[in-house]
């Protein structure tokens, strides 16, 4: 054997001992699909909107009031140089409001559609939320009647029901954009 030829023997013998001794790799298991999104609280029920929906979530901001407008329009703030009128959904959908949350605990959920850029005041968000998506359940008898035309479905998880919420379907609803006080 020729000296150059002794190296690359050696190395040709270690990657040889090496695949007859290394174990195998473990079988790879499918990855389960999960959906995920942004939890909130509204009438002390939980909640979740789809995350492409919601661009941002705030507390509260300063708002101005606007007169000759529905109870349910707080008002609109200044985010960012952009006007963001402030819907109250616990007025909105005529369901009782907490009465432990004040307005600075309160969270806004600002979702956009085309040109509709809104501010949806929540009781409070709870962050990102993960579910199997074999958890999912189309049944919607349990939410209230006003907010089912906005819900598809939910996700079920430690016996309880996040209830999905379309804040883009609640945009193109003709009583969320008609603000006018009657």
Do not use: C
């Not at 995920?36 to 509204?42: M, S």
């Not at 349910?72 to 109250?88: C, E, S, W, Y």
């Not at 029901?161 to 883009?168: D, E, I, K, L, Y």
């Amino acid at each position: 054997m020729s000296a150059q030829a002794a190296p690359f023997a050696v190395l040709t013998n270690i990657a040889l001992r090496s695949r007859q001794l290394s174990a195998g790799l473990p079988e790879q298991e499918k990855a389960a699909e999960q959906w995920n999104g942004i939890g909130f609280v509204l009438a002390g029920e939980h909640y979740v909107a789809p995350m492409g929906e919601v661009t941002e979530i705030l507390h509260v901001p300063r708002f101005t009031q606007i007169p000759g407008v529905r109870s349910f329009l707080m008002g609109a703030a200044n985010v960012r140089g952009r006007l963001l009128p402030l819907v109250d959904l616990d007025a909105f959908f005529e369901l009782p409001r907490s009465t432990t949350r004040t307005l600075r605990q309160r969270r806004v959920l600002v979702v956009e559609k085309d040109d509709l850029f809104s501010g949806l005041v929540v009781d409070s968000v709870l962050g990102m939320q993960y579910f199997g998506a074999e958890n999912f359940t189309s049944d919607t008898s349990g939410v209230p009647e006003r907010i089912q035309p906005f819900v598809a479905g939910g996700y079920t998880r430690n016996g309880e029901t996040w209830n999905v919420f379309s804040a883009t379907e609640l945009l193109g609803d003709e009583r969320f954009l008609d603000v006018a006080q009657r």
